[in-house]
């Protein structure tokens, strides 16, 4: 049984490009969460959606951060006109009930903005 | 919303000792509460969690307690090993939609 997948594993940008982040979660999962981690730092939810819903997005930044999860293919996360403060590791983590159950995280995908 | 604070930040201990890692949570209405070990450069794994119904659970070398009144719960590690050397993260969650985590515990184990 696979985990959960991401891709591209490292991503650079430069300042005003976009990012597009995947995500695949385990077989069987339809609830996906999005979240960053800076670097010696915790991790800090952004995003929670189950498809084709945004169920809590109170931790994305209102502007330029967007994602999906359509019925179709994997969850993605965009960040358009990246700046240096968007380089992190971008973790997605899935579940297969919403609630207290337990999320699986993905290896992550480490953004560097030049 | 909800606040997870743990201690300590930094932690070394000589193999075959214990290591306790400490967290705080300020919502009463959590009632989930993981703990993940992360190496570096991969993903946090889950290594044990515990509901708010119990007041202790153990795996092998690795328990949880929680204390409710108190708002606190704590991972303890019996007999560490140098491949415990990781950073750990508490983690809190009300609805489950998101975990609060902690600042992370480095843990080093000295063989």
């Known amino acids: 049984n696979a985990g959960v997948m991401q891709n591209p594993r490292h991503l650079v940008r430069r300042r005003g490009q976009e990012a597009r982040l995947r995500c695949s979660p385990m077989?069987?999962?339809?609830?996906v969460y999005w979240y960053r981690q800076l670097p010696e730092e915790g991790l800090k939810f952004m995003v929670y959606l189950q498809k084709e819903n945004i169920i809590d997005e109170s931790g994305m930044p209102k502007e330029r951060f967007s994602a999906e999860f359509p019925k179709e293919g994997p969850s993605i996360l965009r960040i358009q006109q990246v700046v240096r403060g968007d380089s992190a590791a971008y973790f997605c983590a899935s579940s297969l009930r919403p609630g207290t159950d337990t999320q699986y995280f993905g290896p992550g995908t480490r953004l560097t903005v030049l | 919303g909800e606040n997870v604070e743990q201690h300590p930040s930094t932690l070394s201990v000589q193999e075959g000792d214990s290591a306790v890692i400490k967290c705080t949570y300020s919502?009463?209405?959590?009632?989930?509460f993981p703990w993940y070990k992360q190496e570096l450069g991969k993903r946090p794994q889950l290594i044990i969690d515990?509901?708010?119904?119990?007041g202790e659970k153990k795996d092998q070398r690795i328990a949880v307690t929680l204390n409710k009144t108190a708002k606190h719960f704590s991972l303890h590690i019996t007999e560490t090993q140098p491949e415990d050397s990781a950073v750990y993260f508490c983690?809190?969650?009300?609805?489950?939609?998101?975990?609060?985590f902690g600042t992370g515990t480095s843990l080093t184990v000295i063989p």
């Open positions: 515990i509901r708010s119904n119990v």
């Open positions: 983690a809190a969650s009300i609805t489950g939609n998101q975990f609060y």
């Open positions: 077989k069987g999962h339809s609830h």
């Open positions: 919502d009463s209405a959590s009632n989930y």
